[in-house]
């Protein structure tokens, strides 16, 4: 036994000798920095897992998030698989997510056609792109939404629930974008989209055009001025910045205002985002949101709901764990209570872990 | 026995982990750096001072030099990669500097600022805007494991730069090979 330990023993130093010796090779991917030879990336792949228990304290769900939907469950979000590849000036990028968050609570089952209806494709982003020169990309495919501040991902959101900004605004453009950098400060893209928004096919003809303004005013503070607008679609105008103030402390800000192409209606709202790191691991957050419907003629009335979200987020390697509470306070009786009677309010809580890769 | 033997293990294993990380030294001013002075005997100053340019030429034509009198020091970044599936996760800053005189040449890297990356939802990985950390803090703000990774890849990318600069001090540019190598021509007429 003695031996055989001695044995284990010199071979582990002999191993971890020559490890030590030999140091880790470093790819470049040539995106950023040139001092290494410029390699073409490998095929890379990167994701996560999500999953939640929530408890509305009505007894039954209430508020109308787009993920976290389940009333006292230990429930699934998605496993999200996403490859890229880039060789030379193409590249491509493949996502792929499968579980309620990244099946029907994000994407369109199937494309529309009859027959097709109960076929989820999975995919979340499926592009291809092309740097024609070091300003100039052009992009064609089915790509999340540039508009709006949170996203699909759980990785992407500081909140696990989802705004009202978010739950009514687009979730993915299908299309062609030219995005031009006419520095590090200033880009702006345009394209061409499908008519309707979060369709694999449009209905009719490409016919929404979409724009963003991205300005970077100072270090840390990024700004995104988004339109989309079109004959089937609506149009949409959508401001959306965050600004890392100090090392510590963050700020966000999403406001947005939608018209649809018929029947009036629409929505406008504001979001604010301050967030807080404690320490290395743990980070506290607010989402202050006020969101209101248009009156439709003078048959449906104006409506309101203002919503306030407080979130932690709890770091322990790739793990992050989400406790969060949030109090919904609307204009009128659109919630119910223990006893299903209609009630302005709702107040739920729920913890969350996601883990990224 | 067991003990002894099990304390051995564990010195092996911690002695790999920072293998990496005591490839960086700290200067005068507690700052993180990657020192070496290489001895070229009988090569004067000014062969070196040429061949450091045409190294700093090549391995960064985008990249803006500063000419000194003693020297050329450049500013570039790097990226650092995840260590289970291997993908971005950030960005390292440095400034690279290079001083000759005749026999010898000396170089450093230091000033190393790390950004994080983060996923967008275009499923690419890019920098987090205005997080950016010096790496003699990273450890007051990124998790333990993390900073272990970035200080064996920081000490990994300076010694292949160090090899590569070596190399171009000896050699000057190193010759292309020929891409045009005619193709051995066979007769399958004749067996």
Sequence with gaps: MKRILLLLSLFVIAVTSVKAATPTAVADTGKVGTGADPKDPPLILSGSVDTYWKYDFSGHSNIPTSFATDQNSVSIGMIDLGLKKKVGKASFVGELAFGPRGQYQSIPNGDGSTGNGANSFHIQNLYVSYDVTDKLNFT???????????????????????????????????????TYAFSD???????????????????????????????????????????????????????TTAYQITDAFKLGLNGATYTPAHGGGGYDGVALYPQLAVSKTVTFGLRGEYFETKAIGTTVPSANVKALTATANIKAGAITLIPEVRFDNAKNQIFTNSDGVPTKSANQFLIAAVYAF | MK????????????????????????DENNKYIYYQVVDMPGIKADSLHKNAGLFMMDMYPKVTLQMTRSGISVKDKFLTYTSLIKHENGEMAYTLNVECKDGKYRFW???????????????????????????????DKLQKKD?????????????????????????????????????????????
């Design chain 2, 109 to 139: 890297v230091t000033n190393f600022v790390f950004t994080p990356y983060e996923k967008d939802r275009y499923g690419m990985f890019v920098p987090v805007n205005g997080k950016d950390i010096s790496l003699e803090k990273a450890s």
């Design chain 2, 147 to 191: 900073v272990e990774g970035y200080f064996e890849q920081t000490g990994a990318f300076c010694k292949q730069l160090g090899d590569k600069l070596k190399k171009y001090m000896i050699e000057g540019k190193p010759k292309q090979p020929k891409e045009d190598k005619p193709v051995k021509k066979i007769v399958t007429e004749k067996w």
């Design chain 2, 3 to 26: 003990k002894i033997l099990l304390i051995i293990v564990s010195l092996a294993i911690s002695g790999m982990v920072n293998a990496q990380k005591s490839l960086l030294s700290v």
């Design chain 1, 185 to 239: 400060k200033v880009s702006l893209m345009a394209g061409i989209f499908n008519d309707n928004w979060n369709v694999y096919t449009s209905q009719h003809d490409v016919s929404t055009f979409g724009a963003q303004l991205m300005v970077a005013p100072v270090k840390g503070w990024t700004a995104y001025l988004n339109v989309a607008s079109g004959p089937t679609s609506g149009t949409i105008l959508d401001l």
């Design chain 1, 140 to 178: 064609a495919g089915y790509m999340a939404t540039f508009i709006g501040y949170e996203v699909i991902s759980p990785t992407g959101n500081f909140n696990y629930s989802t705004s009202y900004l978010f739950t009514s605004g687009p979730f993915q453009n299908a299309g062609f974008k030219a």
